[in-house]
C-alpha cells in the first residue's frame, strides 16, 4: 500500500462523469521501410505476449478511511488495457481526431490500474497511431511525457518491450521506499517540510488579496474576466491538432527578445482573441491563463511535481508585439516570484494561490468571476528521432483535460524541430473549435509580419498533418 499524495488525490476526488481526469498522448507512426502488411497484427501478437505490468502500471486506487492509496491489482488483465481500432475510410487526419475526441471522454474503470493503450489502423500509406491515456493522480504532464519517450527506442534497429512492462527508475522500489508510506510518517515529513509549505502557502493567499492594478501586466487571481469558456460543461470531447516548426517560432523568440514559451503563450493568445471576435465574445479585459510549472528538475519523487503561473494574455490589445510584450512582462514577474522559492513553498503557494476555485466552481460563481480563463501548459520532448519497433514517430500531440468551468485547455508537446498544438474541449460548450488552428496559423503569421520575419516555406511532416477534427 503507499498514500497518495494530497495533490495527486485531488485529481480522484475532482473525476465525475463530466469531468475525466486523464491525460493523453496521441502518436504517428510511420511503418518500417518493407513492413508487410501484418506489421500492426504482429505488433499487437508481440505486446500481448507481455501479460504482467510494472509500476505505476500495475496500481489501481483503493480509498480506505478516506484516504486514497495506491494497491497492486492482483489480477491484471492485459486484454482490457491493450485495444485495437481501425479507422473509417478514408481514414484521414480528420478521422483519427475524432476517433480521439470520442474516446478522451470516457471514464476510466478505478477497479483497475488507471491506463488504456489503443493502436489505431487506418492511416494512409500505412502509418498508424497509439493513443495511450493515463489518469492524472498517476502522471503529470512532463512525467508522462517521459515515460512515453523513455518507452520508445533511438534506432529502428532496437524493439523495446511495451510502454506497461517496462520498469522506470522513478517508480523503482528503492524510489518508492524512500518515500513515506504510511500516515504517521507523512504526517512527520510533511511536519519537516513545513518551513517551505507555510511561507508558500501565505504568499499564495497573499495574491489572492493583492488588488491588481489595469495598467499592470502582472496577472493576480480575480482579474480574470468572464468568457464563454467559463461555463459548464458535458462530458464530451473535441479534439484539434496541428505541428509547427520549432525553428520558425524560435526566429519569432529571436527577432522579439522573448523565449519560445512566451512566444506560444502569445500565439495562442492570438488565436483566442481571433476566436472570440469572432463570437463576438471579446472581453474588454485581457484573458488569463494558468500555465503549470514542471518541478521535474528539483526532485526524482513519481506522481505530480507541478506548481504554477497566471499570465497575462493581453488578449484586449489589438497590436501583437504589444501583446507579446506584455506576456514577457507578465510571465517574467511570476517566473522572478517562483524562483527565489523551494520547491515545497513552490507547490503550496501555486496551491494556495488558486484555492478558491473548488467554493466557487461548487457555487456557480467561477462563471461571473473566474480564477483565470484557460490553461496553457507546454511539455518539453525529445528532439532526437524515436521509433516502435522500427516504425518511426512522425508527430506527437498531448491531450489533456478540460474541466467545470474551464471548457477549453491547449498544451503544447515538443518532438523533434516540431511543436505539436493540442486543443481539447468540451464540446457542447466550445463550438467550431476546429477553427482554432486557422487562428494559430493567423496568430503566426501576424507575430511574423510585425516582426518582419520572411516568412519559410511552411514544414509539414506529412501532408496529412492539417488537423480538423469535425
Known amino acids: 500500500m503507499q498514500l497518495l499524495s494530497p495533490v495527486d ?8 462523469r463530466n469531468q475525466p481526469m486523464h491525460v493523453a498522448g496521441l502518436n504517428i507512426y510511420s511503418p518500417p521501410s518493407g513492413a508487410g ?30 484516504l486514497w492509496q495506491w494497491e497492486e491489482d492482483k489480477e491484471f488483465e492485459l486484454d482490457y488495457h491493450l485495444r485495437h481500432l481501425a ?3 478514408p481514414g484521414r487526419i480528420r478521422e483519427l481526431l475524432a476517433m480521439v ?23 494512409p500509406a500505412g502509418r498508424f497511431a497509439t493513443y495511450i491515456k493515463i489518469h492524472h493522480a498517476l502522471v503529470d ?38 518515500a513515506p508510506t504510511g500516515l504517521i510518517s507523512q504526517l512527520a515529513s510533511a511536519a519537516r517540510a513545513g518551513r517551505e509549505i507555510l511561507p508558500g502557502i501565505g504568499s499564495g493567499l497573499l495574491d489572492m488579496l493583492r488588488v491588481g492594478q489595469a495598467d499592470k501586466a502582472s496577472a493576480l487571481p480575480f482579474q480574470a474576466p468572464a468568457t464563454p469558456f467559463n461555463v459548464e460543461i458535458s462530458g464530451s470531447r473535441r479534439f484539434a491538432a496541428q505541428s509547427y516548426s520549432l525553428t520558425r517560432l524560435k526566429r519569432i523568440g529571436d527577432a522579439s527578445g522573448a523565449t519560445v514559451n512566451d512566444v506560444t503563450l502569445a500565439i495562442c493568445a492570438g488565436a483566442l482573441r481571433k476566436y472570440l471576435e469572432v463570437q463576438k465574445a471579446l472581453p474588454k479585459k485581457p484573458l488569463i491563463a494558468m500555465v503549470p510549472v514542471s518541478l521535474r528538475g528539483e526532485t526524482d519523487a513519481g506522481g505530480n511535481q507541478v506548481s504554477l503561473l497566471l499570465a497575462n494574455l493581453a488578449t484586449n490589445l489589438r497590436d501583437p508585439l ?11 514577474d511570476a517566473k522572478n516570484r517562483l524562483s527565489s522559492m523551494p520547491r515545497l513553498q513552490k507547490l503550496a503557494h501555486g496551491i494556495a494561490s488558486i484555492s478558491t476555485m473548488g467554493p466557487a466552481m461548487l457555487i456557480g460563481s467561477a462563471r461571473q468571476h473566474p480564477t483565470f ?13 524515436l521509433y516502435l519497433n522500427g516504425a518511426r514517430l512522425e508527430e506527437v500531440y498531448p491531450v489533456s483535460i478540460p474541466t467545470q468551468y474551464l471548457a477549453l485547455n491547449i498544451t503544447i508537446s515538443g518532438y523533434g524541430d516540431n511543436l505539436g498544438f493540442g486543443y481539447i474541449a468540451c464540446r457542447r460548450s466550445v463550438p467550431a473549435l476546429q477553427r482554432m488552428l486557422d487562428y494559430t496559423d493567423e496568430a503566426i503569421a501576424e507575430l511574423e509580419q510585425a516582426l518582419k520575419i520572411h516568412k519559410p516555406a511552411r514544414k509539414r511532416i506529412a501532408p496529412k498533418t492539417r488537423s480538423k477534427a469535425g
Request: charged share 20%; with cysteine; aromatic share 8%.
Open 322 to 332: 504589444k501583446r507579446l510584450a506584455r506576456i514577457v512582462q507578465s510571465t517574467t
Open 37 to 66: 502488411p501484418h506489421f500492426i497484427s504482429e505488433l499487437l501478437a508481440d505486446w500481448g505476449r507481455c501479460l504482467s505490468a510494472q509500476p505505476p502500471f500495475n496500481l489501481r486506487p483503493v480509498l480506505r478511511l478516506g
Open 87 to 89: 479507422l473509417p475510410q
Open 101 to 123: 475526441s470520442r474516446l478522451h471522454g470516457n471514464l476510466m474503470d478505478r477497479n483497475r490500474p488507471l491506463w488504456e493503450a489503443y493502436v489505431i489502423e487506418g492511416l
Open 141 to 178: 504532464g512532463v512525467s508522462g511525457a517521459r515515460l512515453m519517450a523513455q518507452s520508445l527506442s533511438r534506432s529502428a534497429e532496437e524493439s523495446k518491450p511495451p510502454l506497461w512492462a517496462q520498469k522506470f527508475k522513478q517508480y523503482t522500489g528503492a524510489a518508492r521506499a524512500a
Open 373 to 385: 480563463n484557460v490553461i496553457i501548459s507546454n511539455v518539453p520532448g525529445p528532439r532526437e528521432t
Open 9 to 16: 488525490s485531488a485529481f480522484l476526488w475532482m473525476e465525475t
